[in-house]
């Protein structure tokens, strides 16, 4: 199975992923953000980086895809956002914000579709819901040189071309966690209530 963890930067990603595979025993898959060469870069000049970002994490994201369907079918992935929520959000609003120009932005799209017929949507997307005040909460928390100084408009910009992503665009299916309330890491009882509700969406225990 493929189980993927969508949500915008600060929603708890990377965590949810953590726990999911070790409380599940599934093998997850995290983005490439610690070591993407182009990152540090685009923080200080998107425009000028914005394009060799996206297709890095796309070409990222693709590569494992195919570790995926290279499987033998009896694991489980849990990734740490979607190759779709980088393209129908990330790479969107960086079009639309003016800092890939339109022979670019066709050029990606071109390339990701093309990727998309031997793709197939994840078991199940995980979206965490989150508030701007929440995200801005925990990117300071864990510290980054390169998100600190990241504007309002652009997580508010993100927040609201996820809504459109996970309830207009995407069609496969989704569970929905709003995460302004809760401590999943700390929290077992915040956790079991998300392992009841992954259950019954893949297994229909309840």
């Avoid at 685009?42 to 000028?48: E, L």
């Avoid at 494992?64 to 959000?89: C, H, M, N, P, W």
């Avoid at 197939?120 to 998100?147: F, T």
Wanted: hydrophobic fraction near 35%; charged fraction near 25%; include cysteine.
């Amino acid at each position: 199975m493929h189980i993927a963890i969508a949500g915008n930067i600060g929603s708890g990603k990377t965590t949810l992923t953590e726990c999911l595979a070790h409380h599940y025993g599934w093998i997850p898959k995290y983005e490439a953000v610690d070591y993407n060469p182009y990152l540090e870069d685009y923080y200080k000049d998107i425009p000028r980086w914005s394009f060799n970002m996206e297709v890095f994490f796309l070409k990222e994201r693709f590569k494992d895809l195919l570790t995926l369907a290279k499987s033998s079918g009896k694991e489980t992935f849990v990734q740490d956002r979607s190759i779709y929520e980088g393209v129908y959000v990330f790479t969107e609003n960086n079009y639309q914000m003016g800092n890939l120009s339109a022979r670019d932005f066709h050029t990606y799209m071109e390339l990701f579709e093309s990727m998309t017929h031997i793709l197939h949507y994840p078991d199940l997307m995980i979206y965490l819901r989150s508030s701007v005040s929440n995200l801005v909460k925990n990117i300071q928390k864990r510290g980054r040189d390169y998100e600190q100084q990241m504007p309002l408009e652009y997580l508010e910009r993100l927040n609201q071309l996820y809504e459109e992503f996970v309830f207009q665009k995407y069609q496969g299916k989704v569970m929905v966690v709003e995460v302004d309330t809760l401590d999943f890491l700390r929290n077992k009882k915040d956790f079991s209530g998300i392992i009841d509700q992954i259950d019954a969406h893949l297994f229909g225990l309840f």
